[in-house]
């Protein structure tokens, strides 16, 4: 594939991160592809501890969270846009994130290498407008995730005061924000 990935990882289709997202894929000068993790079935890890072996996940191809990791794998960067929930990501996103424990524990044993570092820039949208620690949470999971997949975080755009679904696009300020990040990836 070889172009960003753009992935909205919010439960709500056409809501702020999908809007943000599109944004960012339409502020580019180059190709990339959009992903929604909405529209893909992701079962959480249960702790079973049979990646602890070679890495292989139980459910592996049972579901998608391995086709998507394996879909990151082929991108040349990637962005992230999410909303908080209760200070966090939403729990299909978590569900996800946790599902790459095989991946930390297949190099940990040494039973995959770690690949060239690429790219990452993170959209956070939160209905606060206030709140020192509103992205504090996220933003260390998601690090460690993207560690992972051999991704580094470059940067972010961290927007506050959307909540409603149309509040992204009618935000000026919040635009050019992301409109900024995506200048700064130089894709
Ligand atoms: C379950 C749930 C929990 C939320 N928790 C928070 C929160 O802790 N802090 C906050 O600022 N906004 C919170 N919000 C508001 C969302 O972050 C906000 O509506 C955001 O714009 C949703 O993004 P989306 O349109 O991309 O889905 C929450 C919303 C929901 C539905």
Not at 15 to 33: H, K, V
Not at 78 to 87: E, I, M
Not at 113 to 124: M, Q
Request: with cysteine; proline share 4%.
């Amino acid at each position: 594939m070889n172009i960003p990935v753009i992935m909205s990882l919010s439960p709500r289709g056409g809501g702020n991160s999908d809007q943000a997202a599109d944004l960012f894929a339409r502020t580019l000068r180059g190709e990339s592809r959009s992903l929604r993790l909405r529209d893909h079935h992701v079962e959480p890890c249960t702790g079973c501890g049979a990646c602890a072996g070679e890495g292989v996940c139980r459910m592996s191809g049972e579901d998608a969270a391995e086709d998507l990791f394996a879909q990151l794998d082929l991108a040349s960067g990637l962005v992230l846009a999410a909303p908080v929930y209760f200070y966090h990501l939403p729990s299909q996103a978590k569900a996800w994130i946790d599902r790459a424990q095989s991946r930390y524990l297949a190099r940990l044993g040494g039973h995959a290498a770690a690949g060239s570092v690429r790219p990452a820039y993170i959209i956070l949208v939160a209905g606060r407008t206030r709140g020192e620690n509103l992205f504090a949470g996220i933003l260390p999971t998601l690090r460690y995730f993207l560690e992972a997949l051999d991704f580094r975080i470059e940067d972010t755009a961290l927007l506050r005061g959307l909540d409603g679904p149309g509040d992204f696009a009618r935000d000026r300020e919040a635009m050019d924000a992301v409109r900024r990040l995506a200048g700064r990836s130089g894709w």
